[in-house]
């Protein structure tokens, strides 16, 4: 009988491709090896893996893995926040502006009169303005929710990067 021979233990993690990358690394520091790599839908990769069932610090690796992947989930879902208000007043205020230019269009083409005239190129211009400044109001929360967000993501980057450290020496531990 062969001494050699290993099992292993098979995984698969469907993630965006933005994040294959990190997602790669953060397996591969628990001991998991990247054997295949497939697209699937719109901007998803899944990463097939595999490791060896006989890791002497198994229970201290899924533990810190467990850890990891929660860790790496809030970073990217502080990420999302930091536009996700921004994008919600942005389309609130575009959507206002579209039915005012709508509106002064309609007063325009449809009353006789050049009272109705003036009036609907006013409100015209108002969509317009709101069209205009709605790209400064989105510019200017987005720049208020990142500094306001920025510190809980470097603590939570940094806290990624110790779990994996840890797991890298664990694996490290196992070899020497």
């Not at 309609?106 to 409100?123: D, N, P, R, V, Y």
């Amino acid at each position: 009988m062969k001494e050699d021979f290993v099992t292993y233990e098979y995984r698969t993690a469907k993630v965006k491709a933005k994040d294959q990358t990190v997602t790669t690394d953060m397996y591969e520091a628990f001991g998991w090896e990247v054997t295949n790599v497939s697209c699937g839908a719109i901007d998803t990769i899944t990463l097939s893996m595999r490791r060896d069932r006989k890791l002497k610090h198994k229970q201290e690796l899924n533990r810190l893995e467990r850890r990891a992947e929660e860790t790496l989930s809030a970073v990217n879902a502080l990420k999302r926040a930091q536009k996700t208000g921004a994008r919600i007043v942005a389309l609130t205020i575009g959507i206002v502006a579209s039915l005012v230019l709508g509106g002064g269009m309609c007063l325009c083409m449809l009353c006789e009169g050049l009272a109705a005239m003036l009036g609907g190129i006013a409100l015209g211009l108002a969509g317009i303005a709101l069209c205009g400044v709605n790209y400064l109001i989105y510019a200017k929360m987005t720049a208020a929710k990142i500094k306001q967000l920025q510190p809980a993501i470097e603590e939570n980057e940094e806290q990624f990067a110790n779990l994996l450290e840890k797991g890298n020496d664990l694996l490290q531990a196992e070899f020497i």
